[in-house]
Nanobody
Framework: QLQLVESGGGLVQPGGSLRLSCAAS????????IGWFRQAPGKEREGVSY????????YHADSVKGRFTISRDNAKNTVYLQMNSLKPEDTAVYYC????????????????WGQGTQVTVSS
């Protein structure tokens, strides 16, 4: 059974950092693209960062480029999202999602989701 479990969210001051983890079980990251998405209250779910299963290529939304880094540890079957220089507008529930095949920027093309972890950036 394919499962994703996020962790690492919390409350942080503006300018601070957090590292989110997405632990995968029931499948190998080698064959699945992983995306981090976020959803703030009253807003649509948006893609943040993605990593390819086949070659580890990474992609980031313009809003987080230079501040967020996605990476993976195949031995632990875990994907990470390092978030630096956090801003209040980064406040949202963050989800990781998996799809077999190439990276996609469309959340509806991911059919396996974690439960989400809350990130709040506030002073």
């Amino acid at each position: 059974q394919l499962q994703l479990v996020e962790s690492g969210g919390g409350l942080v001051q503006p300018g601070g950092s957090l590292r989110l983890s997405c632990a995968a079980s029931g499948f190998s990251l080698d064959y699945y693209a992983i995306g981090w998405f976020r959803q703030a209250p009253g807003k649509e779910r948006e893609g943040v960062s993605y990593i390819s299963g086949s070659d580890g290529s990474t992609y980031h939304a313009d809003s987080v480029k230079g501040r967020f880094t996605i990476s993976r540890d195949n031995a632990k079957n875990t994907v990470y999202l390092q978030m630096n220089s956090l801003k209040p507008e980064d406040t949202a529930v963050y989800y990781c999602a998996a799809r077999r095949g190439p990276v996609s920027g469309s959340y509806y093309e991911y059919d396996n989701w974690g439960q989400g972890t809350q990130v709040t950036v506030s002073s």
